[in-house]
């Protein structure tokens, strides 16, 4: 292995590095988008059942459930902004959404961009690994097989590393912000039914009707 990354040349170094990065990026998304995580189980029938009784909401409770988990943190949102109309809580909830998606999406990019440079990489490594091979046939002519052999194996080793690594940083990249397209639809999925158990809580009960008076017709 060590023989082989000698011969890829210099441009192994960035290589392995942005192979290192994306591989540590990986596992703390992996460890961080956990679903137990973002979207705790019953947490949303829980928070329904505290909209539902709007007026005996207590701050601290409110408080805690915004340092639960992302999807705490939206539905806290709402609830901060309960007893205002219901496009306006809509636009808080959206508002803190875009924030919440954010940070569910942090460093996807830096990921995405490794998928990207990998292969560029392992192209300007081939181009190095050319112009080494010409440079030799420029000076010692074609007869040197050792240095055509030289500058072709860093050519094929550098691109075949910088597949390596585009390629698993790809699939691993559009698995994961995948994975954040489904819990951002779901959080939304909760918020609607949050603002329909608000206009719940704040719809009067149905008036019984009254009972007619004896001897009236």
């Known amino acids: 292995m060590l023989e082989l990354i000698k011969a890829g040349g210099w441009v192994m170094l960035p290589i392995l590095l942005l192979a ?3 591989l ?3 596992l703390e998304r992996f460890w961080t988008l956990r679903r137990r ?3 705790p189980p019953g947490l949303g029938e829980e928070v329904r059942e505290w909209a539902r ?3 005996t909401l207590d701050p601290k409770h409110i408080d805690v459930l915004r340092g639960n988990s992302p999807l705490g943190e939206l ?3 709402g609830l901060d902004v309960r007893h205002r109309p219901r496009d306006i809580i809509k636009e808080r909830i959206e508002d803190v959404g875009r924030h919440v998606a954010h940070r569910l999406e942090r460093f996807l990019n830096a990921l995405g961009t490794i998928a990207a440079v990998g292969p560029l990489l392992g192209l300007l490594g081939t181009v190095f690994g050319m112009i080494e091979m010409f440079l030799g ?3 010692t002519g074609v007869g040197d097989a050792n240095q055509l052999a030289g500058g072709i194996g860093q050519a094929l080793v550098s ?3 910088g597949l390596c690594l585009a390629i698993p940083a790809l699939m691993f990249h559009r698995y994961l912000r ?3 397209t489904g819990y951002v639809i779901d959080m939304e999925k909760q918020a609607t039914q949050l603002l329909d158990a608000l206009d719940e809580g704040a719809s009067p009960p149905p008036a019984k009707p009254a009972r007619a008076k004896k001897g009236e017709a």
Request: overall charge positive; glycine content about 8%; aromatic content about 0%.
């Open 20 to 22: 290192v990065l994306a």
């Open 24 to 26: 540590a990026i990986i």
């Open 37 to 39: 995580e973002v979207l």
């Open 53 to 55: 009784g709007r007026s």
């Open 75 to 77: 539905l806290a949102a």
């Open 137 to 139: 046939i420029m000076t």
């Open 159 to 161: 691109t075949a590393a």
């Open 178 to 180: 995948g994975r954040v």
